[in-house]
């Protein structure tokens, strides 16, 4: 059953899933942040590597995420064109040079090594954070993730509004998908066999019946909460909760490592750019 869910907790036998689930969200906001931030090409390439390497070791299947990164994708393909048709010599003033591969300085829609580099660059910084955040998903389980947060000083009331976030995922997940059947027993095509836009607008009519399935499942999940008097209390414990341990403090250690170098070579470079072309 995981393995039909688009994203959604799976528990396997390795030390990112022993990690505690405020060291993984710690470094994911941290890399998020800092890749974000710097547009420095040998850095984005580091966290690249690394976080395709915590991928492996994850193992995490890639038909159990094909669709995210398949959408993923898309949206870096699309927003790299509207990029360059709106600004196709933007990389030429952020770094100073002209290099042209095509064109001339007279025409508008001018191609140059400057504006390759600068698309590669933002290419990066949508592809570094993928295998970060997928990693964050199906290798955390959202009671310990609660209770780790509530642990680092966090409101139980704001730690237990991200368990329920990441545990209803693969629910609403599985909502989408039992409509989507029921719409195709009724004769609505939107297998892969179907046009891409009888799928798209197949999809759309999905979105009303998920709604309102969610909706109601919030109205039930909320009553159920107040009658059990959720939130009345300053404190309470956790059954999942899972203290820091050495595997903990060492990888907070190699976060901070990675951070001091990001900052360092805004120092290096004189800001966000690593310019190569000077």
């Known amino acids: 059953m995981a393995e039909n869910l688009f994203i959604g907790y799976i528990d396997r036998p390795t030390f990112l899933h022993h990690l505690s689930g ?3 969200l710690i470094g994911f906001i941290s890399f998020s942040i800092i890749g974000m931030v710097t547009f420095d090409t040998r850095f984005l390439l ?3 590597i690394m976080s395709l390497i915590l991928f492996h070791y994850a193992q995490i299947r890639y038909r159990e995420v094909a669709l995210i990164v398949k959408v993923i994708i898309a949206f870096a393909a699309l927003n790299l064109i509207m990029v360059y048709v709106f600004g196709p010599g933007y990389g030429m003033q952020i770094y100073g040079t002209k290099h042209l591969i095509l064109g001339n300085s007279q025409h508008y829609f001018n191609l140059s090594w400057e504006e390759l580099f600068y698309l590669f660059n933002l290419l990066l910084k949508y592809v570094f954070a993928v295998p970060l955040a997928l990693i964050f998903l199906l290798t955390t389980n959202p009671s310990e993730f609660a209770a780790s947060l509530n642990k680092i000083g966090i409101s139980y009331r704001i ?3 991200f368990e329920i976030a990441l545990r209803y995922i693969p629910t609403v997940q599985r909502d989408y998908r039992t409509i989507s059947l ?6 609505y095509e939107m297998s892969k066999t179907a046009p891409l836009m009888q799928r798209a607008k197949g999809a759309v009519q999905i979105l009303l019946p998920l709604i309102f399935t969610s909706l109601e499942r919030i109205e039930t999940i909320s009553q159920a909460m107040a009658l059990r008097r959720f939130g009345q209390q300053h404190k309470r414990t956790w059954y999942m909760a899972r203290p820091f341990k050495t595997a903990d ?3 907070l250690i190699v976060i901070a490592v990675w951070l001091i170098l ?5 120092k290096v470079n ?3 750019f690593w310019n190569p072309f000077k």
């Open 182 to 187: 029921a719409q195709q027993a009724r004769g």
């Open 46 to 48: 580091g966290i690249l």
């Open 22 to 24: 405020s060291t993984k």
């Open 249 to 251: 403090y060492l990888s």
């Open 159 to 161: 730690s237990y509004a």
């Open 262 to 266: 990001g900052i360092y070579l805004f």
């Open 270 to 272: 004189n800001g966000r």
